[in-house]
Nanobody, 123 residues
Framework: QVQLVESGGGSVQAGGSLRLSCDAS?????RGWFRQAPGKDREGVAA???????RYGDSVKGRFTISQDNTQNTLYLQMNSLTPEDTAMYYC????????????????????WGQGTQVTVSS
């Protein structure tokens, strides 16, 4: 069982930046970031696909960057030019083995989830 722990959330004003981190307790094949705002479905934000290529949700392209430090087993999400629409609980998710029936932003593709870190952007 892999445990994922997110950190780095907080409150910022519109236009600001935050960097989220996700530490994993064991091996994961691929990881990604999702978010869920109150009353909305969980949506994919950024993730590495089965080929290791970074993919982004349309609403964050050009503003968010996903990266990883393999030596420390840490996944990052750099978020710039934040807007109030980015306010949500952000979750790290991990895949142990790739499931070809699912897309990179399908929640069903992921085996492990963190507890989430809250991001609040004020106008």
């Amino acid at each position: 069982q892999v445990q994922l722990v997110e950190s780095g959330g907080g409150s910022v004003q519109a236009g600001g930046s935050l960097r989220l981190s996700c530490d994993a307790s064991g091996y994961t094949y691929r990881r990604g970031w999702f978010r869920q705002a109150p009353g909305k479905d969980r949506e994919g934000v950024a993730a590495f696909d089965r080929n290791g290529v970074a993919r982004y949700g349309d609403s964050v392209k050009g503003r968010f960057t996903i990266s990883q430090d393999n030596t420390q087993n840490t996944l990052y999400l750099q978020m710039n030019s934040l807007t109030p629409e980015d306010t949500a609980m952000y979750y790290c998710a991990a895949v142990s083995t790739w499931k070809v029936a699912y897309g990179v932003f399908s929640t069903g593709a992921y085996d492990y989830w963190g507890q989430g870190t809250q991001v609040t952007v004020s106008s």
